[in-house]
């Protein structure tokens, strides 16, 4: 079997990578290791940025839009105005909706399927798969890894793995006196370097969840602050989250085969919000069209990796904070601010980040002081 490009795993980063080259007249073969390519349910937020990645985007995966943020610390609260909404997505019609359109491109999907690894020695990109019960030697060109955070491309390739935090998020009816406009977050050191999350759904539901440390007992966080809330779960979603790190390499070439890293199995996610939907369509268009144009993947990913390296920053900053900074970061919420952040959105950081600055002052000596305590960790 012989294809142009052969693409591991069913993720949206891998559809739509796989997509975009069948469109452009290539052999495109995916291979898939479930039985059915049917994930299990999860609620994603995702800003606009999404339809400006993927232009003809199908409104109607849209389950719900929510035009306002809500941010707590400790009893202080405020908010931001979004001038576009972000978008109330479910993964697994999201994942139904991109296997369709690759399927309609003329991509060749093969489900119950086993990457297995490189045929040493061969020179011709070939590669082992097994399908089914049979097992196939495949040439090919390129080798698109989107098998997610425990990638096995990756793993064979033997190249490092991605960092990973966990998340988990309940399912729960959406209080009576809640706005189903606003999203809120809830910011709490002691409990989590990131945040917990109320995301508004369709049908007078909502998730609440939290992003935790790597050996946290997240779900005992999670139930607690569930409690503390007077939510009650109907259920839960979780899961790893690959992180990004200008470390972690997402391209290398074995055995004449040119090997590229999209979505979670790249680490492409914001590092701030752990929201990885934008960026991972992003990689894969990059790695679509450094196949297409003949160009290097870093090249036509550069773009999307200066945005991913600009939230690296902010988190860098953002794990040397307290909650007092936490606090005296919300109060510097001024006008100014909120409008800055009303009008880009959390994928638009790369090129209007850095005006945060002169909009409020005060943001300079909190972020000096968390700098310093970078430079110089706190014994």
Known sequence: MIYD????????AGLYAAEILALHDKKVALFDRNIQ??????????????ERIVPDFDPNLIRHKTGSIHIQVGEEVKSIQLSAPDLIIERSQLI??????????????????????????SKDGSIRIKVGENEKTIQTRYLIGADGVHSRVRDLAEMEAVPQVPLMQAEIELPEEWDPDVTKVWFDVNDSPYFYWLIPDKDNK?????????????????????????????????????MFSPRTRTEITLEGLNIYLVGDAAGQI???????????FAGARAAAYAILENKPYKTTLRRTTREMS????????LDQMSNQDYLDLLRGLSPGVQSFLS?????????????????QPKYIFLGLKLLFRLVLPRR
Request: charged fraction near 20%.
């Open 37 to 50: 390519i049917n994930p299990d349910l999860r609620t994603y937020i995702i800003t606009p940025g999404l």
């Open 343 to 359: 009008r880009y959105d959390r994928d638009q950081m790369r090129r209007n980040f850095w005006k945060l600055v002169f909009i």
């Open 96 to 121: 139904a909706n991109f296997l369709s359109r690759a399927k309609k491109a003329g991509v060749e999907i093969y489900k119950e399927s086993e990457f297995l690894g490189f045929v040493g020695g």
């Open 5 to 12: 490009v052969v693409v591991i795993g069913a993720s949206t």
């Open 310 to 317: 600009i939230h690296y920053f902010i988190r860098s900053l």
């Open 270 to 280: 914001k590092v701030t919000t752990v929201g990885g939907s934008v960026t991972g």
């Open 206 to 242: 909502a998730v609440v969840g939290l992003i935790s440390a790597p050996r946290a007992n997240i779900r005992l966080l999670l139930d607690n602050f569930l409690d503390e809330n007077a939510f009650i779960p109907l259920s839960y979603q979780s899961g790893q989250a690959g």
